[in-house]
């Protein structure tokens, strides 16, 4: 018999508590972002850093260094990326065990 409030069955081929697998896949998805907002934030304050201190020091702007400075945020974008994928896969997966015990019921 299954009981649908823990997400556990009478199936023995299951390893995992459904649920548990959801919320990592959520939570996958929470951090994901929560990371790229950090990028985002401490390359702005980085910049606005260079920008102020040329400013007040008196010399010129190093252009060169706000360019060079974006591949910070392609890696939280990529580290986005990555778990939002983990957590699809996840998905997919909880989707096979789940469409290969009903066909066996069948």
Excluded at 36 to 53: D, F, G, K, P, T
Excluded at 56 to 83: A, E
């Amino acid at each position: 018999m299954s009981d649908p409030k823990n997400g556990r069955t009478d199936f023995l081929g299951t390893y995992f508590n459904k649920e548990s697998v959801l919320r990592l896949s959520r939570s996958a998805n929470i951090v994901g972002w929560l990371i790229l907002v950090a990028y985002i934030l401490e390359w702005v304050y980085s910049q606005w850093q260079s920008v102020y201190n040329s400013l007040i020091g008196g010399y010129p702007l190093d252009i060169n260094y706000i360019f060079f400075s974006l591949p910070r945020l392609l890696q939280g974008l990529m580290v986005l990326i990555v778990l939002q994928g983990l957590s699809k896969v996840l998905l997919i997966l909880l989707d096979i065990e789940d469409n290969t015990r009903r066909s066996a019921r069948d």
